[in-house]
T-cell receptor
Framework: AQRVTQPEKLLSVFKGAPVELKCNYS??????LFWYVQYSRQRLQLLLR??SRESIKGFTADLNKGETSFHLKKPFAQEEDSAMYYC????????????FGQGTILTVHP | GAVVSQHPSWVICKSGTSVKIECRSL??????MFWYRQFPKQSLMLMAT?????????EQGVEKDKFLINHASLTLSTLTVTSAHPEDSSFYICSASRGGKTNEKLFFGSGTQLSVL
């Protein structure tokens, strides 16, 4: 069965420091992975998807099939990056069929 | 951006009663909507896929008769928790899919906190 693991429930860094949120997956099919973010008192929203290979708000994530990982990185964290981050794996034909990781709360201190 | 409205934001009900949660796509038509459940300090779990004009597709382990889903129009899906019990207390979130195969995007509702006494 598919599975997404985010080993860190909490992650704290100082402003300007690099940040990496870890995500590992297990899936028998061809993986398609996403990072979703939920800012305080806001709804869940897409941050980025691996097939786009884009950088959003300075964040990037590379799919490493050998290590079955999709870690989220940002070289210089900002206070406004503080949020809950979910890694998600698509398990069906539609983007809504997702398996989510447990989430990581990122806190960026001034 | 597209907006998905979920109502109510929170609801408290007595054990044995039924509760209906609505999910609306406000500015686009959504042939497919999704319902998730989130327990405290746990991840979101996909419960079912709601298809306009046809039966919902439930994930393994989700009781169809307990969680009734109706998607009668292109902008509205409802989740009814029937004969609710305290163990059904949870945070329920919907999402709506917009776009085709190459540019599909998912938009989430703000969630509904259900507390069953």
């Amino acid at each position: 069965a598919q599975r997404v693991t985010q080993p860190e429930k909490l992650l704290s860094v100082f402003k300007g420091a690099p940040v990496e949120l870890k995500c590992n997956y297990s899936y028998s099919g061809s993986p398609e992975l996403f990072w979703y973010v939920q800012y305080s008192r806001q709804r869940l929203q897409l941050l980025l998807r691996h097939i786009s290979r884009e950088s959003i708000k300075g964040f990037t994530a590379d799919l490493n099939k050998g290590e079955t990982s999709f870690h989220l990185k940002k070289p210089f964290a900002q206070e406004e990056d503080s949020a809950m981050y979910y890694c998600a794996l698509r398990i069906g034909t539609s983007y809504g069929k997702l398996t989510f990781g447990q989430g990581t709360i990122l806190t960026v201190h001034p | 951006g597209a907006v998905v409205s979920q109502h109510p934001s929170w609801v408290i009900c007595k054990s044995g009663t039924s509760v209906k949660i609505e999910c609306r796509s406000l500015d686009f038509q959504a042939t497919t909507m999704f319902w998730y459940r989130q327990f405290p300090k746990q991840s979101l779990m996909l419960m079912a896929t709601s298809n306009e004009g046809s039966k919902a597709t439930y994930e393994q382990g989700v009781e169809k008769d307990k969680f009734l889903i109706n998607h009668a129009s292109l902008t509205l899906s409802t989740l009814t928790v029937t004969s609710a019990h305290p163990e059904d207390s949870s945070f329920y979130i919907c999402s709506a899919s917009r776009g085709g195969k190459t540019n599909e995007k998912l938009f989430f509702g703000s969630g509904t906190q259900l507390s069953v006494l």
